[in-house]
């Protein structure tokens, strides 16, 4: 109700990228397992990347799409999470299925509250509130949310976000294990 309302509140930080695709695999691998599918994280990229987001939120949104992509996936099937730079600045985390795909005709109810698409017809449990959800999360972040789909061979979550610099990195908070003498 609070996110429908324009009233999440958001706590953005340097979150790293790498960390939390590894935290987020993690706690989906028992879900995968037990339908078989194989999960991957290609995060080799940029693997000390950070992203301007609020951690909690992001870590919502990406157990929101690889749980989508496990429970909509063939048994047997794959999902990778790979990361991308779209353009300078940002920072692209996709999730790949190797599931049915959505078709053309239905994309444009994709995100929107409690449309489940073909989830009856697949057996997938849920309300239809996790991609609406994700999608104001994330804009809320200031990054964006979409899909790229092919009927019959899967689907590509992905979402976007601000690159940030390492917090380690960041003017006036370096380490240092000198110590300057007078």
Do not use: C
């Not at 194989?38 to 799409?65: C, E, H, I, M």
């Not at 353009?87 to 005709?105: C, E, F, K, N, Y």
């Amino acid at each position: 109700t609070r996110i429908e309302a324009g009233r999440v509140s958001v706590s953005p930080e340097p979150v790293p990228v790498g960390e939390l695709v590894r935290e987020s695999l993690d706690l989906v691998a028992p879900m995968a397992a037990a339908r078989r599918i194989q999960l991957s994280g290609q995060t080799a990229s940029a693997p000390d990347a950070f992203v301007r987001a609020d951690r909690q939120r992001l870590k919502q949104v990406l157990l929101n799409l690889l749980s989508n992509a496990v429970k909509y996936n063939r048994p047997g099937g794959t999902v990778v999470v790979a990361l991308g730079e779209p353009s300078a600045g940002r920072l692209r985390i996709l999730v790949s299925d190797t599931g049915p795909g959505i078709p053309a005709d239905r994309l444009d109810r994709l995100f929107k509250p409690f449309e489940r698409l073909h989830a009856d017809q697949m057996g997938v449990e849920g309300i239809g509130l996790g991609l609406a959800l994700s999608k104001r999360l994330v804009e809320a972040m200031g990054g964006q949310i979409g899909v790229e789909t092919t009927v019959g061979a899967g689907s590509t979550f992905w979402v976007e976000l601000p690159l940030v610099q390492s917090p380690l990195e960041l003017p006036g908070l370096a380490v240092s294990g000198a110590v300057e003498e007078n």
